[in-house]
């Protein structure tokens, strides 16, 4: 259909929308069979299939599939649930690892900057590098003034101290993307501080490594796979003008050990944790897919 102004508008009636049917459960069995998927019990497989929705295990199947012909080499769908019981446990470790780098960044990142520049002096667009788009700093940080209203620490700062949000609170009220957008647009000198002094790295990386946990974290918080996939974005490594990563989520695991503040802590509880869930799906999973070398555990050990 031709609009007035001589445009295309791209209509599809309702009953059209989609290619291919819906199907039931039994259907959706029958389908994976005939594609090779070996089926050993049929009443586990449906119970799957109903709580887990077909396309979200079929992602599993992937490096399995033979795109020729559409069909799989002869896996097991059980081997397929547990590689997806896997990738959901290994999810939910990243997680609460994620979730305390998280906050040490926002606390090291306001902590420098309060005392440096004084409490409110991130609304100064003078304090942020040139690639600073302070216009949007501003309207994200007022969504999420907004979005977080009924909280009685931002309804305290909104209506007892003019509106007015000390660093030390805004970035109690930063995501993951905001806080690694904010340590991007410092000045150089202010991010190579903040990486020596808590890192022990070069600001580059951090910039890097703060972007890709934040693309992980969001990965992880949406319950996305994993398991045999390569992300987009590759860490810099510690090394100028090297890199050894393949961009799987072993090399993200290694940035996490990196930003990770607690050696103890690292060592005795998420390796070791991490260990046990590669021991309990041992048989399913194939460390390989997962870009995890043969001496994974000593290079994922804090010193």
């Known amino acids: 259909m031709r609009t007035s102004g001589g445009h295309f508008l791209y209509l599809r009636e309702f009953d059209n929308i989609g290619t291919k049917p819906a199907t039931t459960y039994q259907e959706q069995i029958e389908i994976l069979k005939s594609r090779n998927v070996i089926i050993e019990d049929k009443q586990f497989c449906e119970k799957a299939l109903s709580s887990l929705n077909y396309y979200r295990l079929t992602a599993y199947m992937l490096l399995f599939k033979d795109f020729s012909k559409n069909t799989y080499s002869d896996i097991s769908f059980e081997r397929i649930y547990y590689l997806y019981e896997f990738d959901r446990e290994l999810r939910s470790l990243l997680i609460g690892v994620l979730e305390e780098i998280e906050i040490f960044v926002r606390t090291k990142i306001a902590y420098y900057h309060a005392h440096k520049f004084g409490p409110v002096a991130y609304l100064d667009s003078a304090n942020y590098n040139h690639w600073h788009q302070h216009d949007k700093f501003i309207e994200h940080l007022n969504n999420a003034i907004y979005q977080n209203r009924d909280n009685d620490f931002v309804k305290h700062h909104s209506d007892s101290k003019d509106g007015k949000f000390p660093i030390w609170v805004a970035v109690e009220l930063f995501s993951f993307g905001m806080i690694s957008k904010f340590y991007a647009d410092l000045l150089p000198k202010d991010k190579k501080k903040i990486a020596r002094e808590h890192f022990d790295t070069g600001f580059e990386q951090l910039e890097s490594w703060l972007q890709c946990l934040y693309i992980l974290r969001n990965r992880c918080a949406h319950y996305m796979r994993l398991y ?76």
């Open 228 to 303: 045999y996939y390569r992300f987009n974005k590759a860490p810099k490594d510690r090394i100028a003008k090297t890199n050894r990563f393949k961009n799987m989520i072993f090399d993200y695991i290694l940035i996490i050990k990196e930003c990770y503040p607690h050696a103890f802590k690292w060592n005795m509880e998420f390796v070791a944790e991490l260990e046990q869930l590669i021991l309990e799906y041992n048989e399913f999973i194939d460390l390989s897919h997962i870009g995890f070398p043969s001496n994974w555990k000593d290079e994922l050990m804090k010193s």
